[in-house]
């Protein structure tokens, strides 16, 4: 039983109360853990969403409530939160994902053995709003088959870490952080849109090792309003991925898997 360590769950949240409540409660069903070393911080933006934000004071009292300051992307909201947060591990969840009853004590356990980690990312189980098109759903399928058979394949054959080069595999909800790790990063809004996320977790690598937890401990939503199928989001998203590929140092350019990287902006992108 975790008595000691304290978590932060940052969640932005923009409208979509049903879902911000779902994300919530699965923070509130944490297993095996001390519930009031678990601290819930939900970062808006302030336009318009008082009404959010006063059914969400009236049904968890116990959930920070932070206005966020900077530009009006998820990135801003993160970093927000992570300003006033004070955990020593920071989870980054978004407001229609949800978090499996084990995910916390499972993935810090993992960070608390081993210190040369900055992070650690788990598996996740994808659901679907109705209105998703079966196409678009065959065609992320795929790419979770794809990424999960390359986790495996790290976790087996690089001593259980992610390739440094191999950071796009990552999902920025499916992830734990050490806070003392990443205290001097923060989300970068000139990749907005799309790459920030990446490009966070890119530059966490640069302070430890990832380290992959081979178990399904998130739920995963995609909305067919999201930037993964509206054009202009995805013509936005991708963009951002294309910069972001050519900003990467060298260092990251030298395996196959940067050109698996091209290759996937390439044939998703258009």
């Known amino acids: 039983m975790i008595n000691q360590t304290v978590f932060s769950v940052i969640i932005p949240i923009k409208g979509r109360l049903n879902f911000a409540q779902e994300a919530i409660d699965s923070i509130c069903k944490q297993i095996n853990i001390d519930k009031s070393?678990?601290?819930?911080?939900?970062?808006?933006?302030d336009k318009g969403q008082d009404i959010i934000r006063d059914k969400l004071i009236k049904l968890y009292?116990?959930?920070?409530?932070?206005?966020?300051k900077y530009e009006d992307y998820a990135g801003g909201n993160r970093n927000s939160g992570m300003e006033v947060a004070h955990g020593k591990y920071l989870v980054f969840l978004d407001s229609d994902d949800q978090?499996?009853?084990?995910f916390l004590y499972e993935s810090s356990k993992i960070l608390d053995k081993d210190n040369k980690c900055s992070a650690s990312v788990c598996f996740s189980k994808a659901i679907f709003t109705p209105d998703y098109k079966l196409t678009e759903r065959i065609k992320l399928y795929f790419l979770m088959m794809i990424r999960d058979i390359s986790l495996l394949f790290f976790f087996f054959l690089n001593h259980k870490y992610l390739l440094h080069s191999a950071f796009y595999l990552c999902q920025i909800s499916h992830m734990i952080f050490r806070k003392e790790s990443i205290k001097n990063i923060r989300f970068n809004y000139k990749y907005?849109?799309?790459?920030?996320?990446?490009?966070?977790?890119?530059?966490?690598?640069?302070?430890?090792?990832?380290?992959?937890?081979?178990?399904?401990?998130?739920?995963?939503?995609?909305?067919?309003?999201?930037?993964?199928?509206l054009p202009i989001y995805k013509k936005m998203k991708w963009h951002s991925y294309l910069k972001l590929a050519s900003n990467l140092s060298s260092d990251r350019k030298h395996d196959i898997y940067y050109k698996f990287f091209l290759s996937y902006i390439s044939l998703f992108g258009n």
């Not at 070393?37 to 933006?45: A, D, R």
């Not at 978090?99 to 084990?102: A, I, V």
């Not at 690598?205 to 937890?213: E, H």
Request: proline letters at 5%.
């Open 99 to 102: 978090l499996s009853p084990n």
């Open 192 to 229: 907005c849109r799309g790459g920030e996320d990446w490009d966070f977790i890119n530059r966490a690598q640069n302070q430890g090792f990832i380290r992959i937890v081979p178990k399904f401990m998130t739920i995963f939503r995609y909305s067919y309003n999201s930037s993964t199928v």
């Open 61 to 68: 009292p116990e959930v920070r409530i932070v206005i966020n």
């Open 37 to 45: 070393c678990v601290e819930i911080i939900v970062v808006e933006n």
